[in-house]
């Protein structure tokens, strides 16, 4: 015990003095792993990304937003130091102290951000239902933002280690980046693994509350069914079309994701079938429909309308790629974006014609639970 909370401090004052200097830096944990990495990238600052096709050829750790414009640019973390798991040497913090070169980073004041209301949200669930009953779209995922006080001192390294506590089952992370802010979650979807010469992709959708049954016992509504059957045969197109004819198709199954569980659809083929065009891969792939609907650029561009707030980088992508010979992307989901006094929690819930507008905003209250549960808790703390 007392080796562990010798490990988080020293994870906490690496973090401290990122956070103090500006020094872009990202610390994850993958599912199911007791090991914390941290890169930092204290030679100049991340590199920003033209399109998802430069995959191919870089090696680091992106952040992408949900849709790519002059408002919000992707990233790639190039490390200049990979911290494994809590080590930190004295001469690595003495040199990152003496840094001062960084631009604020804008979490500190921010865009600002809209709260839609319960009854704004569920007029718009009636729309989204309305161009569904038009035959214009079969899906589309709705989202909006919780804001959560954050009361002082607050730890953010804190909040990070102990969402790796909690949820063993979620990829973990927290990042510092100029230009992007600060972002904290825990996302149970992965979008691509490629480890051992093979690819895996999911198709998670649909949501209830977890239960006392065990997985295989749980029972499925049939708009949850629906809704996830959207994603498995979107991406059972998106493998057709990349010529990807000999796969594994497993599920679907019951996923527990905190507080949650969701249907899972598991794909996993040789890499030698996408070679050396992930970035295109991943383009054709994303945004899948469980986090923007279907047909892809109908459903996106109802939500344009419809959404009042910006979605920034929840729903977007992030993940090592290219490092030791394994990519790990993952979709942006149960996360929020951390300011100075406040944090901004994005909810999102999958429409379609068997949606209840009540039912839906409650799935969102569900799903902030994932990241409420540790907020209050060192709220409580300070």
Excluded at 320 to 331: A, C, D
Aim: glycine share 6%.
């Amino acid at each position: 015990m007392e080796t562990t909370r010798i490990k988080e401090n020293y994870l906490k004052d690496l973090h401290q003095i990122c956070f103090k200097n500006n020094i872009p830096f990202v610390s994850f944990r993958s599912p199911q792993s007791n090991g914390i990495k941290t890169l930092v990238q204290f030679k100049g600052i991340p590199r920003e990304l033209k399109s998802l096709r430069e995959l191919n050829e870089l090696s680091g750790f992106i952040i992408t937003p949900f849709f790519n414009d002059s408002r919000d640019a992707s990233f790639v973390l190039e490390p200049d130091v990979v911290v494994d798991a809590y080590n930190m040497n004295g001469k690595l913090a003495d040199s990152l102290k003496q840094i001062r070169q960084y631009r604020s980073v804008e979490y500190l004041n921010g865009r600002g951000y809209y709260v839609a209301e319960k009854k704004e949200f569920i007029r718009q669930v009636k729309e989204i239902r309305e161009e569904i009953s038009s035959g214009k779209i079969k899906k589309a995922v709705l989202s909006r933002i919780h804001v959560e006080p954050k009361n002082s001192p607050f730890e953010n390294s804190m909040l990070f280690t102990e969402l790796c506590k909690k949820y063993p089952h979620a990829f973990v992370y927290v990042f510092q980046i100029p230009g992007a802010g600060c972002w904290i979650g825990a996302t149970p979807e992965p979008l691509v693994l490629i480890r051992n010469g093979m690819v895996e992709t999911i198709s998670l959708a649909g949501t209830q509350k977890l239960s006392d049954l065990p997985p295989e016992k749980v029972q499925w509504p049939l708009k949850e069914i629906e809704e996830q059957d959207i994603v498995t045969q979107y991406i059972e197109n998106v493998l057709f079309n990349f010529n990807v004819k000999d796969f594994q198709k497993t599920g679907p199954v019951t996923q527990i994701a905190g507080n949650l569980v969701h249907l899972k659809t598991r794909f996993l083929f040789d890499a030698d079938a996408i070679g050396h065009h992930l970035g295109e891969f991943v383009s054709m792939l994303h945004p899948t429909p469980s986090i923007c609907g279907s047909p892809k650029e109908a459903s996106f561009k109802i939500l344009e309308r419809i959404e009042p707030h910006h979605r920034e980088y929840y729903t977007g992508l992030l993940g090592p790629v290219n490092m030791n010979n394994e990519t790990s992307l993952y979709v942006n989901l149960r996360c929020m974006k951390v300011y100075e006094n406040k944090f901004a929690l994005y909810l999102g819930a999958g429409i379609t014609s068997g949606s209840v507008p009540e039912n839906e905003w409650e799935e969102t209250n569900q799903k902030k639970m994932t990241l409420m549960s540790v907020i209050e808790k060192l709220n409580h703390l300070c």
